[in-house]
């Protein structure tokens, strides 16, 4: 079993920038694609960016240039730097880590972007 909690949510005016963090309670980076999703009011849930073992990145089109995922392996800690956040980002971020066999939740963090 592995548990994800993120952190570094909240309120952030248009042009703002925030740092999420996914702290897994273990070390299972060389063997799980670490995933940032988010799911607005009404919508589908969507990838946001994800990082394989191998250090790969891909981002949604709406974040590429303005979103960067990016780990500790030292802290077992996943990051998404979002820079540029637009009110269209607000949503609630989920931390999510995929194997071939099985794949984990984070209880998700609010990010809200207004003015």
């Known amino acids: 079993q592995v548990q994800l909690v993120e952190s570094g949510g909240g309120l952030v005016q248009p042009g703002g920038s925030l740092r999420l963090s996914c702290a897994a309670s273990?070390?299972?980076?060389?063997?799980?694609?670490m995933g940032w999703f988010r799911q607005a009011p009404g919508e589908q849930r969507e990838l946001v960016a994800r990082?394989?073992?191998?250090?790969?990145?891909n981002y949604a089109d709406s974040v590429k240039g303005r979103f960067t995922i990016s780990r500790d392996n030292a802290k077992n800690t996943v990051y998404l730097q979002m820079n540029s956040l637009k009110p269209e980002d607000t949503a609630v971020y989920y931390c999510?880590?995929?194997?071939?066999?099985?794949?984990?939740w984070g209880q998700g963090t609010q990010v809200t972007v207004s003015s």
């Open positions: 999510h880590a995929d194997s071939a066999l099985r794949n984990y």
């Open positions: 990082i394989t073992p191998g250090g790969s990145t």
């Open positions: 273990r070390n299972i980076f060389s063997r799980y694609t």
